[in-house]
């Protein structure tokens, strides 16, 4: 890690503000002072590094860019990017509790909560005091979250939960978990369920291959008695959920990048310095081969990523724009990892080098926040105007 070169071929950094380059600069001392030395012992043991979290609100991983009124960074949309570049260098599972935290939690409190809500949880939530969860996934609506089941009923002076969400990043150790749950109309709304509730518990999923230091979780909900204070009234429907996606969906575009970039570095240094057959094999062809396809498209990945960002800060990415980029640069960055894995020959499986972790992760990254194919579909939807999905 002490040598890594982040690749820069088309010299994106002469777009960047003096701002932009700070921010990622100071992600990136800090992911290599606090989080590449601890992180594969961290996966291996399948636990997630709770040291790290102050960390993450020192460097505006928490809210990059939600108002400083409410505790967040107050940065643009390029600044989030660079930081989630930097942190899934590191690790997509420790971005992974970041994209939650910011665009999952802080996102719709700020978005649709209530003036008293942002007040009493976002600061919170940028330091770190606060750890939350994001509940719209069900055992049998996965993809098509529409159909979920969990639901609420209007008891007067609270709700009155019930359901079952699966596959919730950060939910073992969350104080507060923004979950999607039907009305007695039918109608989708968010909740704010907070630990220690009574009925509400969070029990780990366990025996993950990929993101293993991030924990995983159920959240269930037995007669949970939610006051009405913590509904958020700001927006309805699935609309509600998936504009969060959209934004957590854009940060992973970033994030997929640092992965690539940090497998790309290794296997270019590995490669240089690897003998066989009298000469390093980075000379053989095979291999520039698969090195000059990995910075081609890590290039590509990037000016992606950037228009993107430009588009948000202008606010006119549309979601079909974000599923673009998602899927791409995801695609990219586990193509890269298969590749550099490669590239290293045994010591490619070996914890001695970050690629075989960033390769497993990445199996949950292509999947979770929409499926490579469901990004596909997005985009096929919005060139034909027919959707493929039902
Ligand atoms: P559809 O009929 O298309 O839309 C329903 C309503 O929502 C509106 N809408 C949006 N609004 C705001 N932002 C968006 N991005 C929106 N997309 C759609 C739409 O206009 C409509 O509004 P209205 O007023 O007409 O009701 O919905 P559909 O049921 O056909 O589903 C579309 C589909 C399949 C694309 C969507 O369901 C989807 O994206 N599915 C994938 C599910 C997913 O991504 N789940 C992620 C769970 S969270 C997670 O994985 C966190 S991992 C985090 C980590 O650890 O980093
Ligand atoms: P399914 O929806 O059952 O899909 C299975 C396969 O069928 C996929 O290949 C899919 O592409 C394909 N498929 C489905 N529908 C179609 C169609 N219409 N056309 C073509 N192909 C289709 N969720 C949360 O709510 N919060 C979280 O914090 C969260 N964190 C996660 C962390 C991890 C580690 C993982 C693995 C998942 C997480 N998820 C979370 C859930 C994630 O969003 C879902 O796994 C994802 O949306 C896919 O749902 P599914 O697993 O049920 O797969």
Known sequence: QDTFQAPDYYNIDDILSEEHRMVRQAARDWVKRDVS?????????????????????????????????????????????????????????VRSTASVQSSLVMFPIYAYGTEEQRQKFLPKLATGEFMGSFGLTEPDHGSNPSGMTTHFVDKGDHYLLNGAKMWISNSPFCDVAVVWAKNEEGRIHGLIVERGMEGFSTPETHNKWSLRASATGELIFQDVKVPKENLLPGKSGLGAPLSCLDSARYGIAWGAIGAAMDCYDTALRYSKERIQFGKPIAGFQLQQKKLAEMITEITKAQLLALRLGQLKNEGKATTAQISMAKRNNVDMAITIAREARQILGGMGITGEYSIMRHMMNLESVITYEGTHDIHLLITGLDITGISAFK
Do not use: C, H, V, W
């Open 37 to 93: 030395p601890i992180i594969e012992d961290a996966a291996q043991k399948a636990e997630f590094p709770k040291s790290i979290i102050s960390g993450l609100a020192g460097i505006g991983a928490f809210g990059p860019y939600i108002p400083e009124e409410y505790g967040g960074a107050g940065l643009d949309q390029i600044s989030y990017g660079l930081i989630m570049q930097e942190i899934e260098r590191g690790d997509s599972g």
